[in-house]
Every structure is written in C-alpha cells, then in structure tokens.
C-alpha cells in the first residue's frame, strides 16, 4: 500500500550526530524526502552506543541513505559541498562553527546553492551562551524542565530525549515556512534551532503562571492540581490514572461507582471547593478504586468519557493494540537482521498515517545511488 510522502522529491543532506539533527532528518524522510545521511568513514557513533543510547539509530535514521565521508579529506569535503550543491535542505547539528571552518557554513553554501535552506541545531541560539557544549540533560536542567519535573529539590529529567526531538521538530517547523517562503522568493534561508530555547518554551506555561499569580510554579510531584481527582491510583494489581476534570465528570463519577454521599454533599459540586478538600475526599477514592483491578476500572471507565490511563511502559507500546490497529508503528529490520516495529510520524494525511517498511543503511552503503542521483556520476 502506498503511503502519504507530502515531501516527495526534496533532497535533504545531513551533517549531524546524535540525536536533535538526526530528529529532524527522520521527520523529513518520514513525510517522504530523499534523506542522504553524511557519516565518518567509521559510521556515527550511535550506530555502537551502548545503554541509553541503543535505541538512537535505529529510531532516527530509518528511510535515509548513507554516504561516508571524511571531511579532512579535500576531494571528500569537495563531493560533499556538491551533494549540498545539488540538495533543497541541508541539517547541521555540530559545536558552533565546526562547518563553517571546513567551507561548509552557511554564508559558503549558499553562495553556491542560492535555494539552499540550511537548519542549523545547536544548544543555544546566537547570545551569550551559544559557545557553549549543551545535551539535552543541560538544556533540560537551566531551562526549568528538570525543576518542574522532579520532587522539590531534586531536579530530574524527562524520561526520555524530549528536548532534543522536540528543538529537531521546531527546526523541521522552520524549514518548512522557509520552503513556503521559497515559492515566493526562490531563495533560500537559514534557519535556527536550539536545545534551551526550546525547553524555555516548554516551561512557559509555567513562565506565565509566575506572571499571572505572582507565585512561583511548584515542581509537579509537589504541585497543588487544578483538579481535585487527577493522580495516579493503586488497584488491587497495577496502577492507573483517572482525572475527574469538569462538575459533570464529578456527578458522573460518583453515580458510576456509588459515590453517593460524595455527591450528595453540595459543598463538594464545584471542582474549586474539592480542590480545596482534596485531603477529605480523596482517601476516600483511593480507598475505592484499591478494591478493583486494573482491568475491571478499565472497563468501568471505557466510553464514559471520564480520562484514565494504564501506566505504561515503552515496552507494552510494541504490542499495543490502538498503535497495532492504526498502523502507528512501522516495522524496521535493525542493522543485526532483527525486525522491530518502531513509531513512525503520529500525523495522518486523510486519515492515512505514513509508516511503511524501513531498513538501516549499512555505513556508505548508498555511495553509488547517491552520487548517481544527485550528481549523475
């Protein structure tokens, strides 16, 4: 079956590593661009990463070719300023002027490729900071994300790299108003994105609180709600989410597990007013939902339009049956042979998603097609 590929036939060439700018790759080859990855001749680190860091190639390289180049080399750097030459989008992610040193910045290949659109992902954007080295885990720690995340005191990070996917999806962002741009223009642009400006916009829901309350923002665990039932709730098994988030919800909660004198209580019909006696009624529910298991408050709430959640694991989404019916996980062959299956884009195009069957490209495996199809040689 065909799939969505609203980006069919742009070319995108990578000079990145790690993650935020092979993210932003992925996402271009996911929406169907020619996606040409730039590796040193001993392939990207993270093709051998070990713990944490396992999961980041095959997660962000799949539907990409691979060309193997060292950039030291003069007729090397030559053919990869002619693969940029020759491409409509060029992803960067290296230390602050790594590239331009080379005659592969901005200003050089432009002149060369007017239409170029270059992304250019690093930890911070141009200001006092942006000599220096930022993670993820340094964005998400001066930003404010770690803060908000982890109990008072102990700052933690997110479990998982949300600022480095997220800072790539905010440069795809710009590079696709920048094409728009180009229909208009016929030139190209260069576009920016970084690790702690996009943290600093995740908090800023947070930001605005302080604005508007004149108090600061207290880390999550140790946050007062803005509902009274919104937490996560022991079962005879395993645990579960429920949010009672509007009066009626509360009316309907009640009469769904026979909560009568709660209901019956008028003080407690207002969602402000169970907010301020959440310490009086919530024992009360937890006390309930700990007599069911979690299945049986699952089938309790299934289509009463009352929010709950099993607490999942990344594991359990391998087999899950929403993602297995809507096509949301796509299967991949890993560089060892194995087959997985891995989330593709979570964007339908006419209610067709755009997963499809993707390898991973061995180290300079494309060199022919590559330099068949961008260079006719």
Excluded at 146 to 156: D, K, V
Excluded at 183 to 200: D, M, N, P
Excluded at 232 to 249: C, H, N, Q, R, S
Excluded at 292 to 302: H, K, N, P, V, Y
Aim: charged residues 25%; hydrophobic residues 45%; proline residues 6%.
């Amino acid at each position: 079956m065909s799939r969505p590929a609203p980006l069919s036939g742009l070319k995108v060439i990578e000079f990145t590593h790690m993650v935020m700018g092979p993210a932003a790759g992925a996402m271009f080859a996911a929406l169907g661009a020619h996606v040409i990855r730039v590796e040193p001749l001993e392939g990207d680190k993270t093709r051998t990463l070990l713990g944490s860091g396992a999961g980041y190639f095959p997660m962000y390289n799949r539907h990409k070719q691979s060309i193997a180049l060292d950039l030291k080399s003069e007729e090397n750097l030559a053919l990869a300023k002619r693969l940029a030459a020759n491409s409509d989008i060029l992803i960067e992610n290296f230390r602050p002027g790594a590239l331009d040193k080379i005659g592969l910045g901005y200003e050089a290949l432009s002149a060369a490729n007017p239409r170029l659109i270059y992304c250019s992902a690093k930890g911070f954007l141009p200001g006092p900071y942006e000599d220096r080295t930022a993670l993820d885990e340094v964005a998400q720690m001066m930003g404010g994300l770690a803060y908000m995340t982890g109990p008072p005191g102990r700052p933690l990070r997110a479990g998982a790299s949300v600022i480095d996917v997220t800072g790539g999806m905010f440069g795809v962002i710009g590079v696709l108003a920048a094409l728009e741009e180009r229909h208009r223009t016929g030139k190209g642009k260069l576009i920016q994105a970084s690790l702690f400006e996009t943290t600093v916009y995740l908090v800023g829901q947070h930001m605005a609180q302080f604005a508007v309350t004149g108090k600061p923002a207290n880390p999550m665990p140790a946050r007062i709600s803005a509902w009274a039932i919104y937490d996560v709730f022991e079962t005879k098994d395993e645990p579960v989410f429920i949010g009672v988030v509007t009066d009626a919800l509360w009316e309907k909660f009640c009469k769904l597990f026979g909560l009568n004198e709660l209901w019956a209580d008028e003080s407690l019909r207002k969602n402000n007013a169970r907010v301020q006696q959440r310490d009086r009624v919530l024992p009360q529910i937890r006390a309930l939902i700990a007599g069911f298991t979690r299945a049986e408050i699952i089938q309790r709430l299934e289509g009463t339009g009352l929010p709950f959640a099993p607490i999942g694991k990344p594991e359990d989404m391998l087999d899950d049956p929403h993602l297995l019916a809507t096509g949301a996980l796509e299967s991949v062959q890993l560089g060892d042979g194995k087959t997985t299956r891995l989330p593709t884009l979570p964007i339908a195009f006419d209610g067709e998603l755009v997963a499809r069957e993707a390898s991973l490209s061995e180290i300079d495996e494309d060199r022919e097609a590559i330099l068949r199809n961008y260079l006719g040689s």
